[in-house]
């Protein structure tokens, strides 16, 4: 299991039955000197969906930035 894996367990874990959980980051890009990592947004909605959220907006703000707004079930 991943540290990303174990993060959203517990994002989902501590969210309400119907709570919101929007996740905001910068898209990942092919630079061989990036020092943070990044997940690119189509992994990131994978891993959101596989830990049991419900993806129900995906938008790029920017062409670096991505938003996934996600639900929890009820």
Sequence with gaps: MT???RAL???KRVLK???YFVCIEF???DFPKERHPRIASSEMEEAIK???LNV???LMLTD???MIMT???N
């Design 3 to 5: 540290s990303l894996q």
């Design 27 to 29: 898209e990942k890009k």
């Design 71 to 73: 639900k929890k079930n």
């Design 17 to 19: 039955p119907g709570g």
């Design 64 to 66: 670096a930035i991505y």
């Design 56 to 58: 129900f907006r995906k």
């Design 50 to 52: 596989l830990a049991g």
């Design 9 to 11: 367990g517990q994002i």
